[in-house]
């Protein structure tokens, strides 16, 4: 573990951390810093697709004055290490956040997990494979504009009629993979923030957020940002991802205005799992963490509540 440090960077400010460099079973290295006090109850954050851990400064900066918050960059992502085409698919996703919980939860310690979009199917596909491990590491889940399948079924980028639905499928398809993978040259930065912008924020938020989240696509190197489009597109499809598996209490978050991931994925998510603590609908888009930071803390910080609340009756 590395010695404290503070993060500021691109005008957002991180309170001090502390680095650990943990291993995937693959050997990719995945950074992971931790924040807040040191006999903090643990909140292990995920974050999404073409993000890093930075996309969290709203919940790390509040949260980690009472918790300790472990938050981890993906493969591929942040300052994560970048595998080869063959290292990415929803078994390494899964795999990865399982070594971040064994590398920073001590014996016998369980956590509050939230997900934000790939980070919620980093934790669903988490509790798919590793079933023997959620009641070990987990207290509770949050799964945050989500999803477990469907994903170009239910995608609303492009605008078509109804009977043209399956072709908006096949556009979707086409565009994330091959937009996802492009690099950025200085030419494309215009049309790639429009794109980013459109499809992860809401019409009405702070122009600093779209600013943000487009900073962080470009920050994410092309390989993984390729790599991630193909197995979202290839692997989130009409077979959703098993839910029985996650029994601990689970809080679903979704945006009323998500084009990337509309809110009827997340109220898919609410009927299939089998302990759900609450269904939340927020106005706005896809980056609920950004827009609308106070309504997700309090509730991270009522499942906290909640769960230590009934450890110490029982």
Not at 26 to 48: C, K, M, N, Q, S
Not at 85 to 109: I, M, Q
Not at 217 to 233: D, K
Request: proline share 5%; charged share 20%.
């Amino acid at each position: 573990m590395s010695a404290s440090r503070t993060a500021v960077k691109n005008g957002i400010d991180l309170p001090s951390s502390r680095t650990i460099e943990v291993r995937a079973a693959d050997g990719t290295r995945l950074h992971t810093e931790v924040f807040g006090p040191d006999d903090g109850y643990p909140i292990v954050l995920a974050h999404g697709i073409t993000c890093a851990l930075r996309v969290w400064h709203q919940q790390i900066n509040d949260l980690s004055r009472d918790f300790r918050v472990i938050a981890y960059d993906h493969r591929g992502h942040g300052r994560s290490g970048v595998p080869r085409r063959s290292g990415y698919s929803l078994g390494h996703l899964a795999g990865d956040l399982d070594s971040v919980l064994t590398a920073t939860l001590r014996p016998g310690e369980r956590a509050v997990i939230a997900g934000h979009s790939m980070g919620g199917i980093a934790i669903s596909s988490w509790a798919d494979r590793y079933r023997h491990r959620v009641a070990q590491r987990a207290d509770a889940v949050a799964l945050i504009n989500t999803t477990t399948g469907d994903l170009l079924k239910e995608i609303n980028l492009l605008r078509v009629p109804a009977l043209l639905a399956a072709g908006r499928s096949l556009a979707a398809r086409h565009l994330i993979r091959t937009f996802g993978g492009a690099p950025l040259v200085w030419g494309a930065q215009p049309g790639s923030r429009w794109f980013v912008t459109m499809m992860a924020v809401g019409a009405g938020a702070d122009p600093a957020i779209g600013k943000l989240v487009h900073d962080l696509f470009a920050e994410t190197p092309a390989g993984g940002r390729g790599a991630w489009a193909r197995v979202l597109v290839d692997e989130m499809n009409a077979r959703h991802i098993d839910l029985t598996g996650l029994t601990v209490p689970t809080l679903v978050i979704g945006s009323t205005n998500d084009r990337l991931l509309p809110m009827c994925q997340s109220r898919k998510i609410a009927d299939a799992v089998p302990n759900l603590v609450d269904l939340v609908e927020t106005p706005g888009g896809h980056c609920a963490i950004l827009e609308h930071p106070d309504v997700v803390n309090g509730h991270l910080r009522t499942l906290v509540s909640a769960v230590t609340a009934q450890r110490i009756s029982s």
